[in-house]
C-alpha cells in the first residue's frame, strides 16, 4: 500500500500516504483476503468501504467494533489511530476502497461557502471517526463502485464531492471515538492547553494533580480549571478519566490482561473506583463489556 514508519513510543504506525501537493485524493479499490495493515494513522483525512468483510474489527481510537457485510467510515484526526483487524472475518473476496484526500480539498476559500456547510460540519465531526449506516452506502455504492475506474480527472473530483455531500446529508452518523481520546474538541491555537494534553497523554497511568497542571502552565489552580474547561468543554478530572477509560476501553478487546491490572495500567487507584466510573461512562462494568465484545456482534 504505502510506505511507512515506525513510532518509538507506540505500536502504532504513522503512514505515509502517495499523495502529493498536485494531488486532490488518492484513491486503491482491492480485493483481498485478509487483513494485514496494522494499526496507523496518517494526516490525510480518509473514506474506507468494506464489504463482504463480516466479523472483521474495525478500531478507530478507543471504539472497537465488529462490522457487517458492508461498512463505511470517515476519519479527520490527524492523531487518530485506525484500522482493520481480522477478527472473524472468513471471507474469501473482500473489498476494500480506501480514498486518501488533504484537508484544504474542503476548507479552502471556495468551499467555505454556504452550500458546503454540511460537508464542513461532517468533517470536524469526523475528527473522532465517524461511520454510516446502511442505507446511506447503499445510495452512494454506485459512485463509490466506479469512482477507481474513471480515467477523468475532473469528473472524479466532482464525483467524489457529490459523495460526501450525500455522506454529510445522513440523517444518521454515528461517532466512533470518544474526544478525549481522539484529541480533539480543543482550541489548538492554545499552547497552554496542548502542553496540558499532552502531558496527560504521556502521563495518565499515574496521579494527576490540579496544581501541577496549573503550575505546568503558569495559572492559578482557579484560573486554569476555568481556562481549560472553557477551552475543551470539560472539566479537568472529567478529561483525564475519559482518556484512562479510553485506554482501558482498548484493553479490555485487545488484551487478556485481568481487568484489576487494567484498571491500575490505567490510573485507576482501586478496582471498585474503576468498575464504578466505566459503568457510568460505558453503561456496563468492564466485565460485562469485555463479555458483550466476545459475543462478536455485528455493527451494520
Known amino acids: 500500500m504505502s510506505t511507512a514508519k515506525s513510532e518509538n513510543t507506540t505500536s502504532v504506525i504513522k503512514e505515509i500516504t502517495p499523495l502529493s501537493e498536485g494531488d486532490c485524493f488518492y484513491i486503491a ?5 485478509e487483513f494485514t495493515y496494522p494499526i496507523h494513522k496518517h494526516v490525510e483525512c480518509e473514506l474506507e ?3 463482504n468483510a463480516a466479523g472483521a474489527n474495525r478500531v478507530v481510537g478507543d471504539s472497537s ?3 457487517g457485510n458492508l461498512d463505511l467510515i470517515l476519519i479527520t484526526g490527524k492523531d487518530l489511530e485506525h484500522g482493520i483487524l481480522q477478527g472473524e472475518c472468513k471471507s474469501e473476496d473482500i473489498r476494500e476502497i480506501t480514498i486518501q484526500f488533504n484537508w484544504d480539498f474542503t476548507d479552502g476559500t471556495f468551499f467555505a461557502r454556504n452550500q458546503f456547510n454540511s460537508i464542513r460540519k461532517m468533517m470536524i465531526q469526523a475528527e473522532k471517526g465517524i461511520v454510516f449506516p446502511q442505507e446511506t452506502i447503499l445510495k452512494v455504492y454506485n459512485q463509490l463502485d466506479s469512482l477507481s475506474s474513471d480515467n477523468t ?3 472524479s473530483v466532482l464525483k467524489l ?3 460526501l455531500h450525500e455522506l454529510s446529508i445522513s440523517p444518521d452518523i ?3 471515538s470518544s474526544s478525549s481520546f481522539a484529541r480533539t474538541g480543543t482550541n489548538t491555537e492554545s499552547r497552554r492547553v496542548n502542553k496540558v494534553q499532552n502531558y496527560i497523554n504521556e502521563n495518565y497511568k499515574n496521579e ?3 496544581n501541577d497542571m496549573a503550575d505546568l502552565v503558569n495559572m492559578s489552580p482557579a484560573s486554569f480549571s476555568r481556562f481549560f474547561k472553557l477551552r475543551t468543554g470539560r ?3 472529567d478529561y483525564i478519566t475519559d482518556i484512562r477509560i479510553g485506554h482501558a476501553t482498548r484493553m479490555l478487546v485487545d488484551t487478556t490482561t485481568t481487568i484489576a491490572e487494567i484498571g491500575y495500567s490505567c490510573g485507576f487507584n482501586n478496582l471498585s473506583n474503576f468498575n464504578r466510573i466505566f459503568k457510568k461512562k460505558k453503561g456496563c462494568s468492564p466485565k460485562e463489556f469485555r463479555e458483550q465484545y466476545r459475543k462478536k456482534k455485528l455493527v451494520i
Open 29 to 33: 479499490d482491492r480485493h483481498k483476503k
Open 49 to 51: 468501504f468494506l464489504s
Open 65 to 67: 467494533e465488529f462490522i
Open 153 to 155: 480527472g475532473f469528473y
Open 161 to 163: 464531492l457529490t459523495i
Open 174 to 176: 454515528r461517532t466512533l
Open 208 to 210: 494527576i494533580h490540579l
Open 235 to 237: 472539566s479537568l478530572t
